[in-house]
């Protein structure tokens, strides 16, 4: 099984745009959308939900107005100013505490230090992921609750269940569209993938981020190929971030032109492919043809990625 991530060093180049018409154009796929911070492939795909499930990660405090006394030690202990003495009566005392679960961090100290025992420390629900039915495959997707954490953790769930969903179905690729920049959730996204492409845009901030997260690709082993994206409104750039790409082994394999028919595309809730045959359509599936190559020749998904990732978290479960 292949698993290629595409990725970009900063948001807004288009990989989501070249990702779906990947999806599009390839057959028997499974589809996950990894940017769970600002989830947007479902826009354009449509997906169905056949499953929803709850994600789950960290702590939260929460008090109970039965049993607050009103002492203020949660209050003067909390360094995030998440509590507030504006909660319910009990009988006791006209007011009592509560806590913002937007500002809480899940620290803990309120709990250790309540001598009352009136606050809980419980399992955070911070979202929901799917598994999804589209016109082009099954899809993966999540959204994050407001001010929600812990993304790198619901990356790593999304490809361990579109692992599992690539098994099940014997479906031989998943196309990951990854999170911008380099963190936790990009590492999380790129980790065991058999093959990342990076989408860059001609410009200065463009070629700077290409090259961040080209390092880190280089620094977790995963090969990648590189294609520039609006290619033509700085002709020089390209050139210059296809140099610096060949210079760290990645290989260009592609430039899309400027087009007004993405935005059209994206519209009319379609893939660029679906929706013309324009001048950055046809560049997208010459992009394709030979990012299909490299990914040939690419080795399954390794260690932390798909199934074998779901097989060592199983054993870590088990041990603890």
Not at 85 to 107: H, Y
Not at 234 to 239: F, L
Request: glycine share 10%; with cysteine.
């Amino acid at each position: 099984m292949k698993e290629l991530v595409v990725i970009s060093g900063k948001g807004g180049t288009g990989k989501t745009s070249i990702l779906a018409s990947f999806a599009s154009l390839a057959k028997k796929a499974v589809i996950a959308d990894c940017d769970v911070d600002a989830a947007d492939l479902h826009l354009v795909l449509e997906p169905r939900v056949v499953k929803r499930e709850s994600f789950t990660a960290g702590s939260k405090a929460r008090i109970k107005p039965g049993h607050c006394t009103a002492c203020g030690k949660c209050e003067e202990l909390c360094r995030f100013d998440a509590i507030y003495f504006d909660g319910p009566g009990n009988g006791r005392v006209p007011k009592t505490f509560r806590v913002d679960t937007i500002a809480c961090e899940g620290c803990g100290v309120c709990f250790d230090f309540c001598a009352e025992n009136a606050i809980e420390f419980e399992p955070a629900v911070c979202g929901e992921w799917f598994v999804s039915e589209t016109r082009c495959g099954p899809m993966v997707h999540a959204q994050l609750g407001v001010a929600a954490e812990n993304s790198g953790k619901l990356v790593t769930q999304l490809r361990r269940a579109a692992g599992q969903v690539a098994a099940r179905q014997k479906r031989e690729l998943v196309l990951c569209d990854g999170s911008p920049g380099i963190g936790c959730p990009v590492i999380a996204s790129l980790t065991g993938a058999s093959l990342a492409l990076f989408v860059v845009e001609p410009t200065a901030s463009g070629e700077h981020d290409f090259l961040r997260v080209a390092q880190l690709t280089i620094q977790l082993g995963v090969p990648g190929v590189l294609a520039v994206n609006k290619a033509d409104l700085n002709e020089e750039v390209a050139r210059d971030i296809e140099e610096l790409a060949r210079q760290r082994g990645i290989d260009p394999v592609g430039r899309i032109p400027y087009d007004p028919a993405v935005t059209q595309a994206q519209i009319a809730r379609k893939t660029v492919v679906e929706a013309s045959d324009g001048p950055a359509a046809r560049a997208i599936r010459g992009l394709w043809t030979e990012t299909q190559k490299y990914l040939d020749r690419s080795a399954p998904a390794g260690a932390g990625g798909l199934v074998q990732l779901a097989g060592q978290q199983k054993t870590q479960q088990e041990q603890t």
